[in-house]
């Protein structure tokens, strides 16, 4: 849960019901105790007309709901995706990028990927197609880095990092069957 989503919890907490309860539980005897009950009930009924009546003006002013959500969403998808693009690329920038067997990768490969990095590769088995595909494999673990910090920051929903995760995990999956079924 996000900073957003835990603002709108609190804004819909139980707050007066839970005061009307425990001043019910005041013994019969106490002073002024249909007073207080009194108060506790005001308190209760004021905070469900204040802040459920406000929730709505909370939800959409820290945009989570309506129509918008899927525009919004759309929006941070992409900014998202954005910033793991240049995680992944800066992963096979690196100067001391090496195979899993700590072989350097060739050059013309890491450029090629560079290049289009989304596109699957030729289905072909050679070695450049399998370097494609393990350079592929150095980017997404750096996406899934960056992943863990964004998830930390609060600027993206949990929906969307689900989202992200979710085809982060499948685009791995795919790939490491290849790597190891050629």
């Known amino acids: 849960m996000g900073w957003r989503e835990g603002v709108v919890f609190v ?9 009307l309860a425990a001043a019910q539980t005041l013994p019969l005897d106490t002073p002024n105790r249909s007073l207080l009950v009194l108060i506790a009930f005001l308190v209760a009924v004021g905070t469900l ?11 959409k ?26 995680a992944a690329i800066a992963a096979i920038s690196a100067p001391n ?16 990927t560079r290049e289009r990095w989304s596109d699957a590769p030729d289905a072909d088995s050679s070695s450049r197609t399998l370097e494609v595909l393990e350079l592929r494999l150095v980017m997404i673990d750096a996406e899934r880095v960056r992943l863990t910090v964004l998830r930390r920051d609060g600027r993206y929903s949990t929906a969307t990092l689900r989202a992200m995760l979710e085809a982060l995990d499948a685009e791995e999956l795919s790939l490491r069957r290849r790597v190891h079924h050629d």
Do not use: C
């Open 49 to 59: 007309v204040i802040q459920g009546g406000t929730l709505s003006l909370i939800v």
């Open 11 to 19: 804004w819909a907490g139980m707050r007066g019901a839970v005061t």
């Open 61 to 86: 002013a820290l945009g989570l709901s309506g129509s918008k959500e899927n525009e919004s969403r759309s929006g941070e998808i992409e900014a998202l995706r954005y910033e793991l693009r240049a």
């Open 97 to 112: 990028l090496r195979h899993h067997n700590g072989e350097p990768f060739d050059d013309d490969v890491i450029e090629r």
